[in-house]
């Protein structure tokens, strides 16, 4: 039995966490839950956003499921993502995109994966007026963030059979900052002989990602270039529904979806949950379950590969349970041909 935290958020995110914990219960994986919350609507209560028991727990057990958490823009309180990526020191941010069968994309064959640091960079938060003539942001990297998060684009290819680790910077312009990413990153390639390495300066990136994303495999970046490109690369794949992602750090791991907690259609229980059950895929993954893991992806894939149960974002009519309920018969049926 492994203890797992799931937050539910806000929006869509209590449905989608909802269907997500039935799919991960139906691949037997046996899970002990221990429900937190986190968002505004805790702050009348906790004077905050991210109660303390919400980043205790995940520290206790090490593992969270979380759903998207609503962040106000230009005013309020700081993304409450942000924080927790920050004080659980989350140094790694992993989101695959990957082509899939009956989501009608420009593209073929795409199989990527971003890697994104994830407590340094623009998002450190050091930024303040400059009277009421200009605004300054500090771009913050340090050599201790860039040698662990380029060792873990390695790491990370090397277990999941990766061939290349393409290098994403700005260091023709940003020559200290990006260029001690790239220094460092050029350094550590070379005690991974069996993986090739090269770079690519980010602006370069976009328009090859927009040519030819099949020739792309792993990517490591600083965390802005790793917010907009990992983006970019969940639209070549067929949009925020599917895109997955983990936040990963030394003690812990928050498994989460790219997309936010889309407001407009909140409570209406037609969100698109298969980006959150590939991201628990991920933590199954994460805490050895490989087979669990298996059939869950699988599960998820040929749910969107049979095309009679999608949601709107795919250009179905189908519900957030009833997609669920369709990825739990792929399971049975898989079990049925094993
Ligand atoms: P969003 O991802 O919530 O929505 C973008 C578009 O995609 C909208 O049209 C939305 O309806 C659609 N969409 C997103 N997820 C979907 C799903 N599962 N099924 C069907 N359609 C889906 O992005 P946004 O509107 O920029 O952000 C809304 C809020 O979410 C903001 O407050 C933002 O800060 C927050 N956010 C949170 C996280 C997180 O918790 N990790 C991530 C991104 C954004």
Same mark, same amino acid.
């Given at each position: 039995?492994?203890?797992?935290?799931?937050?539910?958020?806000?929006?869509?995110?209590?449905?989608?966490?909802?269907?997500?914990?039935?799919?991960?219960?139906?691949?037997?994986?046996?899970?002990?839950?221990?429900?937190?919350?986190?968002?505004?609507?805790?702050?009348?209560?906790?004077?905050?956003?991210?109660?303390?028991?919400?980043?205790?727990?995940?520290?206790?057990?090490?593992?969270?499921?979380?759903?998207?958490?609503?962040?106000?823009?230009?005013?309020?309180?700081?993304?409450?993502?942000?924080?927790?990526?920050?004080?659980?020191?989350?140094?790694?941010?992993?989101?695959?995109?990957?082509? *899939?069968? @009956?989501?009608?994309? %420009?593209?073929?064959? !795409?199989?990527?994966?971003? +890697?994104?640091?994830? =407590?340094? /960079?623009?998002?450190?938060?050091?930024?303040?007026?400059?009277?009421?003539?200009?605004?300054?942001?500090?771009?913050?990297?340090?050599?201790?963030?860039?040698?662990?998060?380029?060792?873990?684009?390695?790491?990370?290819? *090397?277990? @999941?059979?990766?061939? %290349?680790?393409?290098? !994403?910077?700005?260091?023709? +312009?940003?020559?200290? =900052?990006? /260029?001690?990413?790239?220094?460092?990153?050029?350094?550590?390639?070379?005690?991974?002989?069996?993986?090739?390495?090269?770079?690519?300066?980010?602006?370069?990136?976009?328009?090859?990602?927009?040519?030819?994303?099949?020739?792309?495999?792993?990517?490591?970046?600083?965390?802005?270039?790793?917010?907009?490109?990992?983006?970019?690369?969940?639209?070549?794949?067929?949009?925020?529904?599917?895109?997955?992602?983990?936040?990963?750090?030394?003690?812990?791991?928050?498994?989460?979806?790219?997309?936010?907690?889309?407001?407009?259609?909140?409570?209406?229980?037609?969100?698109?949950?298969?980006?959150?059950?590939?991201?628990?895929?991920?933590?199954?993954?994460?805490?050895?379950?490989?087979?669990?893991?298996?059939?869950?992806?699988?599960?998820?894939?040929?749910?969107?590969?049979?095309?009679?149960?999608?949601?709107?974002?795919?250009?179905?009519?189908?519900?957030?349970?009833?997609?669920?309920?369709?990825?739990?018969?792929?399971?049975?049926?898989?079990?049925?041909?094993?």
């Amino acid at each position: 039995m492994k203890d797992v935290v799931l937050i539910p958020g806000d929006g869509i995110g209590p449905e989608i966490v909802s269907a997500t914990k039935r799919a991960v219960e139906a691949t037997g994986a046996e899970i002990c839950w221990h429900v937190r919350e986190a968002g505004a609507a805790q702050i009348d209560q906790y004077g905050t956003p991210l109660p303390p028991d919400t980043v205790a727990a995940i520290r206790q057990y090490g593992v969270a499921l979380k759903g998207p958490i609503t962040t106000p823009v230009g005013k309020g309180f700081r993304s409450v993502n942000v924080v927790m990526r920050k004080d659980l020191d989350l140094y790694a941010n992993v989101r695959p995109a990957k082509s *899939r069968k @009956n989501v009608p994309t %420009r593209f073929e064959n !795409v199989d990527l994966v971003v +890697i994104r640091e994830n =407590t340094e /960079g623009l998002y450190a938060g050091i930024e303040h007026m400059i009277g009421d003539v200009a605004a300054e942001s500090i771009k913050l990297l340090t050599r201790k963030g860039c040698q662990r998060i380029c060792r873990f684009a390695f790491e990370y290819a *090397r277990q @999941n059979n990766r061939k %290349r680790v393409t290098c !994403v910077h700005k260091a023709n +312009i940003m020559k200290c =900052t990006d /260029g001690m990413f790239l220094a460092i990153f050029r350094e550590i390639a070379q005690e991974y002989p069996d993986i090739t390495s090269d770079d690519m300066i980010v602006d370069a990136m976009c328009m090859r990602l927009v040519q030819v994303p099949e020739t792309f495999d792993v990517m490591v970046m600083p965390n802005l270039y790793g917010d907009i490109l990992s983006d970019l690369c969940a639209g070549l794949v067929g949009g925020p529904g599917l895109a997955s992602s983990g936040n990963i750090g030394l003690d812990s791991a928050i498994f989460e979806a790219v997309h936010g907690s889309a407001p407009q259609i909140a409570g209406q229980g037609i969100a698109n949950p298969a980006a959150l059950m590939l991201s628990a895929g991920m933590m199954l993954r994460h805490l050895g379950m490989q087979a669990q893991a298996l059939l869950l992806e699988n599960a998820v894939q040929a749910a969107i590969s049979d095309g009679t149960c999608l949601t709107a974002d795919l250009g179905g009519s189908a519900s957030t349970d009833q997609f669920a309920d369709k990825v739990i018969a792929c399971m049975d049926r898989q079990r049925e041909l094993t």
